[in-house]
């Protein structure tokens, strides 16, 4: 049976029709995130979520578009399953879930890397222990440092490495878990970087990699200093292309979809029809970053930008533009 999500106020993008009964488990969380699931074409992921994380994905499209563009497609709300009684704290919701877009969708072999933003990881709800627990895990680790931790990776390592090294798995990838980026210092978290690039990609295209992603990094951090926003374990979730022969084929796709858009700036009477077919196509993607995880954030006007998150933006802006030269 199909079900149309809850649609999302302002929302102008098409809401997804889903069957309920294909939904399927997500394969390519990075960071372990329990109950996140995908529709059939895998191109929209269904999470579970709290009051709070959708309250925020509203008024993000509704009053803050540009801050909306740093974010997944917000689709809507999805109920699966019974209702349950409420919690006090709130609690993720496994009947209620968010829809999104997937940004890994368009991707043959996509690598995931999810960085969780932020030196203070906890917001005022949370108890003495939490804070005391999170405090810990941010002073030891990058996240006080540099406002950053490595929540996770998953990387494409080639159907030809399979059988080479345990950790990799038999559809090619390796997985670093939550545990891996918590070695890092400050001084070394590089080799974390260096590490996510290691997929059947030349040299050169990591160059290319890391400076567009520096390019679309370096436009969330504009926007958010334009924001006032509070967000506690917000992340930055990165995802290229790790095949040798899509990430060519996407190159030269896109270049030759800007060809197209460049002559038909110059066609005033360009055929529409033409245009809406193109439209249709599944667009192969390089890459793709986005802010996630809201479920603690909130929109605080009159309270200034939000400093904790911008921190990592910073630092990982840095990090990337040592990978692009």
């Known amino acids: 049976m199909s079900e149309t999500?809850?649609?999302?106020p302002a929302e102008s993008t098409p809401i997804p029709a889903i069957d309920a009964s294909k939904i399927k488990a997500f394969g390519l969380a990075a960071a372990g995130h329990d109950g996140v699931m995908s529709d059939e074409s895998g191109s929209v992921i269904i999470k579970?979520?709290?009051?709070?994380e959708v309250a925020f994905y509203e008024a993000s499209v509704a009053s803050h578009p540009k801050f909306a563009t740093c974010m997944p497609t917000f689709f809507g709300t999805l109920q699966l399953g019974e209702p349950t009684a409420p919690s006090t704290p709130p609690v993720h919701n496994r009947n209620t879930n968010i829809v999104l877009s997937n940004i890994a969708y368009g991707f043959t072999r996509p690598c995931i890397l999810d960085l969780k933003l932020g030196a203070q990881l906890w917001d005022g709800g949370a108890s003495p222990e939490k804070r005391a627990r999170l405090d810990k895990l941010s002073d030891s680790t990058t996240s006080c440092s540099l406002g950053f931790r490595v929540a996770?990776?998953?990387?494409?390592?080639?159907?030809?490495?399979?059988?080479?090294d345990p950790a990799i798995d038999a559809t090619g990838y390796r997985v670093y878990d939550k545990y891996y980026g918590r070695i890092f210092t400050a001084e070394n978290v590089i080799d974390a970087f260096k590490e996510y690039f290691t997929s059947e990609i030349s040299p050169e295209q990591v160059k290319l990699v890391a400076s567009r992603l520096l390019r679309k990094v370096k436009e969330i951090r504009e926007i958010l200093e334009g924001q006032e926003s509070k967000m506690y374990s917000a992340s930055l979730l990165f995802c290229y292309e790790g095949d040798k022969n899509a990430i060519d084929v996407a190159l030269k796709e896109e270049e030759r979809r800007e060809e197209r858009e460049a002559q038909d700036q110059l066609d005033e009477d360009g055929e529409k029809e033409e245009e809406e077919e193109e439209e249709e196509e599944?667009?192969?993607?390089?890459?793709?970053?986005?802010?996630?995880?809201?479920?603690?954030?909130?929109?605080?006007?009159?309270q200034g930008k939000d400093e904790n998150t911008l921190?990592?933006?910073?630092?990982?802006e840095r990090f990337l533009n040592d990978l692009s030269i």
């Open 282 to 302: 599944e667009i192969k993607k390089v890459e793709d970053v986005k802010l996630i995880d809201f479920a603690h954030a909130t929109w605080t006007p009159g």
């Open 311 to 316: 921190q990592g933006v910073r630092s990982t």
């Open 152 to 164: 996770g990776m998953k990387v494409y390592k080639g159907t030809g490495a399979i059988g080479s």
């Open 5 to 8: 999500p809850k649609p999302a």
């Open 48 to 52: 579970p979520c709290t009051a709070a």
